[in-house]
Nanobody, 120 residues
């Protein structure tokens, strides 16, 4: 079992920055990959970024590449999403998720989400 709690969301002006955090507990954090997803009102949930268990590999959606950075601190059981140059279209509820079964499988644990609102 893995429990995930996101924090760091809020209201920011376009062009600003936010850093989201996701604290994990339960299963050994350094044994699984992590991802960030988001869901805007009226839209399906979409992939944002992912990071391997070691942090050595990262993946991004084209829409955030060059603006967002995913990282993790295995000593603190935390994954981060640094979001720079935010745009109004980044407004969404952001979720972190754990992938304990391996790449290509569905993410199997999810946090409750944190709201990010970018004003124009």
């Amino acid at each position: 079992q893995v429990q995930l709690v996101e924090s760091g969301g809020g209201l920011v002006q376009a062009g600003g920055s936010l850093r989201l955090s996701c604290a994990a507990s339960g299963r050994t954090f350094s044994s699984y990959a992590m991802g960030w997803f988001r869901q805007a009102p009226g839209k399906e949930r979409e992939f944002v970024a992912a990071i391997s268990w070691s942090g050595g590999s990262t993946y991004y959606a084209d829409s955030v590449k060059g603006r967002f950075t995913i990282s993790r601190d295995n000593a603190k059981n935390t994954v981060y999403l640094q979001m720079n140059s935010l745009k109004p279209e980044d407004t969404a509820v952001y979720y972190c998720a754990a992938l304990t079964t391996g790449w290509g499988r569905p993410y199997d644990y999810w946090g409750q989400g944190t709201q990010v609102t970018v004003s124009s």
